[in-house]
Structures are given as structure tokens and as C-alpha cells.
């Protein structure tokens, strides 16, 4: 068997080595993308834009090519290129593509590689004859007449690759459908065949919805399809993708999934009017391209929504509300409708809209406008409450709150007993993000929840009482009432809890030690007795918890022994960081400072991991002996001389760090060029140089650095006036390593420092021929004082 270019797939007894390749692999159609190189990939996508007879095509319909896409995420897993990225990618490969820069345009070179034609077969009589074209194979006749899952998949695993790429929408549709039916009362290879009938046409899929088979005509033609038909598509993709959970069929299915989303929004645009409001759930569901779909679906629901009831929408406000922000014009347009009505909808679905919209940050405003009589008296007390918790959780002002928190949930008096604890709870949480709420309702919350603290879980009831003990309204009747409450209810639940429930316990009565101290002590031996089957960080809360006992209490005692155990054992190196040491030398030099064993080990410790302290770490220290005073214990002066060393070798390198880095200019725009503050400078070390200035990239004629290329046994004069063809002959005769210095210090994300190389490249571009050749390319090397994250972001964008 061998293969001659471009589309014959022979039995020969003889080989023709010149024309016939014999050494290849069969893989599925899909692996196509694989074993293609950009150029290739770019070509198909240029002849299916008209381009195929030597005409422009533009960067943004290239871009926007089905196929183009599919490839970059598929087989380079990143995102298409920009009109930047094409431009070099095209003038460095100019044997292949003639790019037009002023139009933003490309296509073929006329006399290039990519549009040479194939060699035609040769006939019996030893004349070459142009190739004949494929006679169609009637594969879609054949499917029509199909009507079984069975000979469907029987007929796609021995289909033509490019028959099925070719099927026209409408015969793909039964196709698919007979694809999601269940499989039932078959045998294991049967099955194996399906799924591999399902991933081959959900790969073809793709293809065959948009990809270069059609001309832009014939591709507006097909996608004539009806929206209702697009989802029902849809649906079927989504049943194949339930039912078989294959690796690879998953991802077959997402892309099938996307290329019906792609279709679904233009029909959106192009046909607005088979809109319909059922529709909209399975919409708002989709990956659409919502910057694009959004206005559109808009307009097309407004006619739709005039006359609907409050309620009616809202599944569809919550899903759209959950969308990106780029759908925002959907969920106002949604939000609109429910709240012209809502002031004389029924109190519980009035509550719902209003729940669905606070949760998700929609229309907040508005919503705590809505708030007040007569709506206000209508709304249950549980979902008023979840409401404003809601609209407390977003962090809407305290003058929009207080007026239904003052009018309802503060005065609700035993009503507000009868709140499900998850309700209360989230209004106390909320309270840590709004004052008004904390200085409203918090004290309520705890008097009602004291009522009812026998159905509250353990675990429920530890974060109530650490938000209220932990808030101004510790001491208000209705925590003093939760506080006389909670040490009844709880201390007998204590040997049932785990241990991370009982170290929450322990936190929250050790906030409110005061009011809590039996608590405190009956939950703190609990825990100590399960401390094995704590980490060191919950050993540390724990430590944190207890500490209101004071230093000779039992517990204290085994803790500070269990500590000292624990840092001067084998695995004393993985047990804390640094800083977490230091602070706990801090918490024990308050309730234990005269137990010198265990500050001689901590002094250890902390001599050995001293160099990974931070300025919190050294603070602690501070804090745990200030000028010298705190706790005595053998080895104390060598451990503050050592503190005090690295402290001044940690402030010098801080300060050696900041004169590193350049002054940022606040006056101009955060995202210009970091090449407007760095000295920048590219050489070569070869024996004769050219040398260019590199302009700032603000539009100033600022000179911000220098750029020399080779010109090894050339003289010196300027060659500018030569063809862009000699210098790239010239800079591949003559390539040397490049050398990027003086870069300094800089401390900035890596997004920007790629901004840094673009903007750099875009300046070097006219002298640096090819740069996406890497082996023009041969070495890189950065200035000693350069931040590593920067050396790597420019090794890995200059490949």
C-alpha cells in the first residue's frame, strides 16, 4: 500500500520513490490536526474563505475560522492568536504567505510552496491527465434510508472521512438523534462499536457545522437550520455525553457542544423571531458567546416579556443572573419585568425575586428599595431574613438596610425564634461584612437563637457564638442569653463531636471565656485527649483557644509539653513555619512565661529556620520580648542576637530590593510599557554590530535603550536601504546569541511582564527576521540583578 500526493491511496506492485510514500501510519481522523503544521492548518482555512485562487483574506475571518480555533485549543491548548501574532507568524514565513500589513490581510504567495499544484496521475500511456473528481458516495442517501441505531453506527465506522465531513445539516440531524438513543440488550462489542461511531461523528461535527468544506454561500445556506433544530442537536450531544462516560468522548462532546453554541448565536442574531421564552432556559444554559448573543437575545425577548406575571421568569433570572457580566443586558432585561410587578405579587414570590437577585448581586439597589411598606409587611420573616443577609453579604450601604432591619427583623420579637438556625446563622455571618447589621440585628439573632439552641448543630452553634463574641454585641441581652445557653446544650454533646468540631468549640468559648469558661474547660480536655488526630496548624488554634485558662491551668500544661515535644523531635523541620513559632513564643509569653523549657526549644527552633523569617515572624518576636524584657530561659541572648542579625540583613536586602526597582510614574496610564521605565538593551557578541535606538513606546521620541544585530565580515556602513529579503539572509548567515541585560529588578505578575516582551518585540520586529524561529535563536542570558519569574517569561515567550 502507498500514498501519492495529494489524495491516492493505491495497491501497488512497484513504488515510485519520487511521487509514492510507503513508510506511514492509519490513524482516526481526528489525529489529522496532529500531524499538521500551522502553515497547513492556516492554508485549509484560506481556501475555504475564497482564498484559494490566490485572493485576500482578512486576519479577522481567519481568526474567527472554525478550524483555526479548534486547532489552537485542541493541539497548542491556548488561545488564537492576535493580528500581532499572525503578522510576525506570516513575515517570517514569507516564502509561504504574502501579508499586507496596511490592510490586515494575507494569502498565498502566488509562486510559493502551498500553492504549487500536485503532481497529476499518470495513465496507462505514460501522459499525466488531470485528476478527476471524487464522485459522490452517497453516504447520506444511505443514512436516510437508515433507520436503525445499528446500521447507522455500522455505516459512520466504515464511512470516508471526508463523505462524512461532507454531509449535508440536514442529514446530520436524524444521524445524531438515532446516535443518543439508549443502548440496550447489546453485546460488548456492539457497545464499543457505538461509542466509537458517537466520538467519530461528534469530531467530524465540527467540521461538518462550519468548517472549510463549504464556501462562505454555501455555509450561510447551511446554517439556514431552525434554532428549535439547533437545540434539539443540543440535547442529543448533551444524552451521548450522559450516557457514555468516556475520556475521549467527553471531549468530543465539548467540542461538538461549541460548535452548536457558535451556530445557535447566530441564528439568535440572524433570526430572532423563532426566539420563544421555553427556549430560554436551554439558551442561558449554552457557552455562548454572550458578548456577542446577549444584545441580540435581548431585543429579541423584549416583545416576549411584556405581558408576563411575576414568577413566570424566574428560573431563567437565576440562571441568567449566574452567567458572565458580558450577559448583564439578558438579566436586566429579565429583572425588568419582575420588578415592575412586584409590589403587588404574592409575598412569597415576591421573596424569591428578591432572593434570586441579591444572591446574585443584581439590581441590589433596587432591591432594598423594595423593601419597605407594603411590600415590606407582606414578605415571610425567614426570607426577609435571607434577603438581607443576601443584600449584607454583597456589601450594600448600611443606610439601604437599616430601614427594613429596624422596621421588622430587629423587632420581631419570638417570631424570629421561629427562623430555621441556617437563616439565622447566615444573617450573623453577614453581620462580619456590614455593620448595620451587626449593630441591628445581631443581638436579636442571638436571643432568638437561644430559644431554639437544642435543634442547632454543634458546629452551628460554635460559629454563632465566635461571630458574636467576636463582635460589639457581646454584650447585649441576647448574646448574654446565647452565652447562659450554649454551655448547657453543648457540654453534653462534646464526646460525640470530631475533632475538628470540637476545636471550633474551643475557639468560639475561648472568645467568649468571660461568659463561657465552664464550656471552655469541659471542650478543651476533650480535645486535648484527640490532639492526635490533629495537624500542628489546628494544634496551634487550639493553643490560641485555651490560652484564656492561663498558664497553670491542666491543659495549658499538656499543651506546652506536647509542644515541646513536638519541636525538638525528628520531624522537627516540617512542624511549623518560622513565623507560626515566633508567634507561638508570643501567645505563651503572655499566660506562661516562666516554662523556660519550652521557650529554650522554641529558641532553638527558631535559630535553625531563622532565615525564612518574614517581618510578621521578627513582630512576634518583638512582641514576645520587647528590648530584651519577656520570659528567661538558657540560650535567651544568643537567640536575640541572632533575631536581631537577620532582622538587620532582612530591612538591608529590602531596602537593596527597593532601589532596584524604578519609580512608577502615577500619573500616566497603568498599562503602558514597563520599556518606558526599564533601560533596555539587546546585543549581539559578534565582531561588527548594527546598532538602532529603541524609541519609547508612549508615541515620545525618548531613546530608552539600544539594539544591535550582526554584521560579521560586513563593514560597518548602515544598511536600511537594503531589501527585507537580504537582511533576513544576512541575520541567518550571521546569527549569533542574543543577549538581554539590564533588565534590573522587577517584581511585576507575569501578565505584564509578557506585555513587557510583546512590546519590546513589536519595537525589534523589522530587525529581528523570523523571531518564531527558534534556531535563529540560540542562547539567552539575563543580567544577574533580573528577577527570575522575569528570565523565564521571556526564555518562555522567545520559545
Not at 509514492?20 to 490513524?27: E, G, H, Q, Y
Not at 439573632?445 to 448543630?457: C, H, I, N, R, Y
Not at 499566660?591 to 535559630?607: S, W
Request: aromatic share 4%; charged share 25%; net charge neutral.
Amino acid at each position: 500500500m502507498s500514498f501519492r500526493g495529494p489524495d491516492q491511496l493505491r495497491m501497488a506492485g512497484k513504488v515510485d520513490e519520487s511521487l509514492d510514500v510507503a513508510d506511514f501510519l492509519l490513524v482516526d481522523f481526528s489525529a489529522a490536526y496532529k500531524f499538521m503544521t500551522t502553515s497547513e492548518v492556516l492554508k485549509g482555512a484560506v481556501e475555504g474563505q475564497s482564498g484559494a485562487q490566490g485572493g485576500y483574506v482578512k486576519l479577522g475571518d481567519l481568526r474567527a475560522d472554525l478550524s483555526v480555533r479548534l486547532y489552537f485549543q485542541q493541539m497548542l491548548g491556548s488561545a488564537v492568536w492576535n493580528n500581532k501574532d499572525f503578522e510576525t507568524f506570516f513575515e517570517g514565513h514569507y516564502e509561504e504567505w504574502d501579508f499586507d500589513a496596511k490592510k490586515s490581510r494575507v494569502r498565498m504567495r502566488p509562486d510559493g510552496p502551498l500553492m504549487r499544484q500536485a503532481p497529476q496521475p499518470v495513465t496507462t500511456n505514460g501522459e499525466r491527465s488531470p485528476v478527476s473528481e471524487r464522485e459522490p458516495s452517497g453516504l447520506a442517501e444511505k443514512l436516510s434510508n437508515t433507520h436503525s441505531q445499528m446500521a447507522t453506527v455500522k455505516l459512520l465506522l466504515d464511512a470516508n472521512g471526508d463523505d462524512l465531513a461532507r454531509l449535508s445539516h440536514a442529514a446530520a440531524v436524524p444521524v445524531l438523534s438515532r446516535l443518543a438513543e439508549k443502548v440496550t440488550n447489546q453485546a460488548p462489542d456492539k457497545i464499543r462499536d457505538v461509542t466509537a461511531a458517537r466520538r467519530r461523528f461528534l469530531i467530524t461535527l465540527p467540521v461538518l457545522l462550519g468548517d472549510t468544506v463549504f464556501s462562505k454561500k454555501e455555509r450561510r445556506r447551511e446554517a439556514a437550520l431552525p434554532l428549535a433544530t439547533l437545540l434539539s442537536m443540543q440535547k442529543d450531544v448533551a444524552s451521548i455525553g450522559k450516557a457514555d462516560a468516556v475520556k475521549e468522548l467527553a471531549a468530543a462532546c465539548q467540542g461538538a457542544v461549541e460548535s452548536i453554541s457558535e451556530l445557535i448565536g447566530s441564528r439568535v442574531r440572524h433570526a430572532p423571531e423563532e426566539v420563544s421564552l421555553d427556549m430560554l432556559p436551554e439558551l442561558l444554559s449554552l457557552p455562548l458567546n454572550w458578548r456577542v448573543a446577549a444584545e441580540p437575545l435581548a431585543d429579541a425577548l423584549a416583545p416576549l416579556l411584556k405581558s408576563q406575571k411575576p414568577g413566570v421568569l424566574l428560573q431563567p433570572l437565576r440562571a441568567a443572573a449566574k452567567l458572565p457580566k458580558s450577559a448583564r443586558p439578558i438579566v436586566e432585561a429579565l429583572a425588568g419585568v419582575e420588578m415592575r410587578g412586584i409590589t403587588y405579587a404574592e409575598g412569597s414570590m415576591a421573596a424569591e425575586i428578591l432572593l434570586a437577585l441579591a444572591e446574585n448581586n443584581c439590581e441590589i439597589a433596587t432591591v432594598a428599595s423594595k423593601l419597605r411598606p407594603p411590600l415590606l409587611q407582606r414578605l415571610p420573616l425567614p426570607d426577609l431574613v435571607s434577603i438581607v443577609a443576601a443584600l449584607g453579604e454583597q456589601g450594600l450601604k448600611d443606610e439601604l438596610l437599616r430601614p427594613p432591619l429596624q422596621a421588622k427583623v430587629a423587632v420581631a420579637g419570638p417570631g424570629l425564634a421561629a427562623v430555621p438556625p441556617s437563616r439565622l446563622l447566615r444573617l450573623a455571618t453577614a453581620s462580619t461584612r456590614s455593620p448595620c447589621i451587626a449593630e441591628t440585628a445581631l443581638g436579636p439573632v442571638a436571643g432568638a437563637a437561644a430559644q431554639s439552641l437544642e435543634s442547632w448543630t454543634a458546629e452551628d452553634v460554635a460559629e454563632l457564638m465566635l461571630v458574636v463574641a467576636t463582635s460589639g454585641a457581646a454584650e447585649s441581652p441576647g448574646a448574654k442569653r446565647l452565652f447562659g445557653r450554649v454551655t448547657e446544650v453543648l457540654t453534653p454533646r462534646l464526646t460525640a463531636l470530631s475533632a475538628t468540631v470540637l476545636l471550633k468549640v474551643v475557639v468560639a468559648a475561648g472568645a467568649a471565656a468571660a461568659h463561657c469558661r465552664e464550656l471552655l474547660e469541659a471542650a478543651a480536655h476533650k480535645a486535648v485527649l484527640k490532639g492526635a488526630d490533629m495537624k500542628p496548624e489546628q494544634v496551634m488554634l487550639l493553643t490560641q483557644g485555651v490560652l484564656p485558662l492561663g498558664g497553670a491551668h491542666p491543659v495549658v500544661a499538656r499543651l506546652l509539653n506536647f509542644w515541646a515535644q513536638l519541636l525538638a523531635g525528628p520531624e522537627k523541620a516540617s512542624v511549623l513555619p518560622a513565623d507560626d513559632i515566633a508567634q507561638l513564643a508570643m501567645l505563651l509569653s503572655m499566660v506562661a512565661p516562666d516554662q523556660g523549657l519550652i521557650f529554650h526549644v522554641i529558641g532553638l527552633r527558631l535559630q535553625e529556620a531563622g532565615s525564612s523569617l518574614t517581618e510578621a515572624g521578627f513582630a512576634s518576636i518583638d512582641a514576645a520580648f520587647p528590648d530584651g524584657a519577656g520570659p528567661n530561659f538558657p540560650g535567651k541572648e544568643q537567640l536575640l542576637s541572632s533575631m536581631k542579625d537577620l532582622k538587620a540583613k532582612l530591612a538591608e536586602s529590602s531596602k537593596s530590593k527597593a532601589k532596584l526597582v524604578p519609580r512608577r510614574d502615577r500619573s500616566r496610564s497603568r498599562s503602558r510599557s514597563p520599556l518606558d521605565r526599564e533601560d533596555f538593551t539587546l546585543s549581539m557578541p559578534v565582531t561588527a554590530l548594527k546598532t538602532e535606538q529603541l524609541k519609547a513606546c508612549d508615541g515620545s521620541d525618548s531613546v530608552v535603550g539600544t539594539m544591535s544585530w550582526p554584521m560579521a565580515g560586513r563593514s560597518s556602513r548602515s544598511n536600511s536601504k537594503e531589501s527585507l529579503q537580504k537582511r533576513r539572509d544576512q541575520f541567518r548567515r550571521d546569527s549569533r546569541p542574543l543577549v538581554l541585560d539590564n533588565l534590573g529588578e522587577d517584581r511585576r505578575s507575569s501578565k505584564e511582564t509578557s506585555s513587557t516582551t510583546s512590546s519590546c518585540f513589536s519595537q525589534l520586529f523589522p530587525n529581528i527576521p523570523d523571531p518564531e524561529s527558534r534556531r535563529h535563536l540560540r542562547g539567552l542570558s539575563l543580567h544577574p540583578a533580573a528577577n527570575s519569574d522575569l528570565a523565564e517569561s521571556y526564555a518562555s515567550d522567545l520559545g
